[in-house]
């Protein structure tokens, strides 16, 4: 009996103990998907050369969906409508019509007035008269019907333009973590944003905002994260200190170093530009105690490596910002 529930004991908290280990994460950053790449902020970013892997949409942001987007939303109250309305055996107009005559008229000769839509004569005659009318009046509808289908037909569906899936890039062989970065080639425009070229200056930019964001982080400047990020993802990392604190735990985070970069996309819009680089990129990234100094989550001699897409954003002002963050 006793080994019977030590084996019950050990079947329930082994999944458990498996569940903890799984959802500790190899540094302490809390990850996850947010911010805003404009007007594709929901749309998955393009492949990269150096990975394959499929990368989602971001999942928090402030920015409104396009109405090309939520036209092909589920709406629940639609199907409702269309469940419930009750459909003629004849179908649709033709139906209701050739029902409402037959109606009428059967309902009439059978009420006593003479030969159904305006006939006289006796019982049997009227009745065979009610037959005729009814016949010749659901030839006609079956006619109108036939020619409204015809019509129909001929003009056929429209199809709508799609996207032709051509690659937006080309090699650009340059120095450091940017030799596998690519710039991108002109395309047609997708949904209201144009594919635009980086310059080294830009990709300088991209590191040094790497090494800055994490290290205000690190120190919980909210100042110095302000002037590197949109009001948006400021919110985020503002979110995410303030939890830490709660907890009473601090994320320190120091030593950022880009190992590789990739531009993703790079993009013009009407309020700016935007530019997904793919980061991979390595650091001291711990979780400690701050009563007791304690590290409760990864490691002060160990450096974890990291792959994310982050975004940036430039306005009229040209000082590109941090817009999004996603998990790669």
């Known amino acids: 009996m006793k080994q019977r529930s030590v084996r019950i004991a050990t079947l329930i908290t082994a999944p458990l103990l498996l569940a903890s280990l799984a959802a500790t994460p190899a ?10 790449r404009g007007s594709r902020t929901y749309d998955a970013p393009r492949p990269t050369n150096g990975s394959s892997a499929y990368v989602p949409p971001i999942q928090r942001s402030m ?25 003629s055996r004849f179908g649709g107009f033709g139906g209701g019509l ?17 030969g159904g839509w305006g006939a006289g ?17 659901g030839w006609l509808v079956w006619m109108a019907i036939g020619f409204f289908r015809r019509r129909r037909a001929v003009s056929g569906p429209q199809s ?24 991108p080639q002109s395309l047609p425009p997708v949904q209201e944003s144009v594919d635009i070229a ?19 982080f690190g120190r919980e400047d909210y100042g110095r994260l302000r002037e590197l990020t949109t009001p948006e993802i400021m919110s985020y990392l503002a979110e995410e200190l303030s939890e830490n604190a709660t907890q009473n735990r601090r994320n320190e985070v120091s030593g950022t170093r880009l190992l590789d970069a ?20 390595k650091g001291i990234d711990l979780m400690r105690d701050r009563t007791t100094g304690t590290i409760v989550a990864g490691s002060a001699s160990t450096a974890t490596e990291t792959n994310e897409l982050w975004t940036f954003f430039r306005d009229g002002s040209g000082v590109w910002k941090l817009s999004a963050i996603q998990e790669s």
């Open 98 to 114: 050739i029902g409402g005559l037959v109606a009428g008229g059967l309902i009439g000769h059978f009420m006593g007035n003479g």
């Open 262 to 281: 990739e531009v993703v996309e790079a993009w013009e819009e009407a309020s700016g530009d935007y530019a997904t680089i793919a980061l991979h990129y």
């Open 63 to 87: 920015t409104p969906r396009s109405a090309a987007t939520d036209r092909n939303a589920y709406n629940p109250s639609a199907g409702a409508q269309s469940s419930a309305a009750p459909r």
């Open 27 to 36: 540094d302490a950053r809390r990850g996850g998907s947010f911010g805003s």
């Open 198 to 216: 980086l310059t080294q200056t830009d990709q300088n930019m991209f590191e040094q905002l790497l090494i800055n964001v994490q290290d205000a």
């Open 160 to 183: 709508e333009p799609g996207y032709s899936g051509q690659s937006a890039f080309q090699a650009a062989p340059n120095a450091g973590p940017w030799a596998g970065a690519q710039q």
């Open 121 to 137: 004569g006796g019982s049997g005659g009227g009745f065979l008269i009610s037959l005729i009318q009814i016949a010749v009046l």
